[in-house]
């Protein structure tokens, strides 16, 4: 839980992630605790946390990534479009997505500006992990 965190993402991007055409988050802020994992909460229309993805080590710029993949040339040829890049490794959805009414209901959730720390709300974490679960997508 410790080195989880979650983000806001428009849905246009998740679904690049699913179909695995978007291979890296690309960030500019680097959070204290370097995340092995990203939660994703979906923004307008879906306002939904829905997704969980395992990440490799952050690429900070001036390293490159490979090439294919949505943003990766811009990652690597403009540092103004991302200093962070988190490899995405697996991609599971929360077989019950949490809308943001329950969120803030159940658990003081409010949607991320930038990030927030999952250990922040650890019942929710748990009631996703223990009770909910998670089906693999990659």
């Not at 410790?2 to 179909?19: A, C, G, H, M």
């Not at 988190?86 to 599971?92: A, E, F, G, N, V």
């Not at 997505?97 to 003081?108: C, H, I, S, Y």
């Not at 927030?116 to 693999?136: A, C, D, H, K, W």
């Amino acid at each position: 839980m410790n080195q989880e965190i979650i983000y806001s993402l428009k849905p246009q991007f998740i679904d690049l992630i699913i179909k695995k055409e978007k291979d890296h988050e690309f960030r500019n802020i680097k959070p204290k605790i370097l995340p092995k994992r990203l939660w994703f909460y979906i923004t307008s229309p879906d306002c939904k946390l829905m997704y969980l993805a395992e990440v490799g080590d952050i690429v900070e710029q001036p390293n490159k990534i490979l090439t294919d993949g949505f943003g990766n040339k811009e990652f690597n040829s403009d540092p103004k479009f991302s200093k962070f890049a988190y490899p995405i490794k697996s991609l599971s959805k929360i077989k019950r997505p949490l809308d943001l009414a329950t969120l803030r209901k159940n658990f003081g959730f409010t949607a991320p500006q930038s990030f927030t720390y999952i250990s922040s709300f650890p019942q929710l974490y748990t009631e996703v992990l223990e009770n909910i679960g998670l089906e693999r997508i990659f």
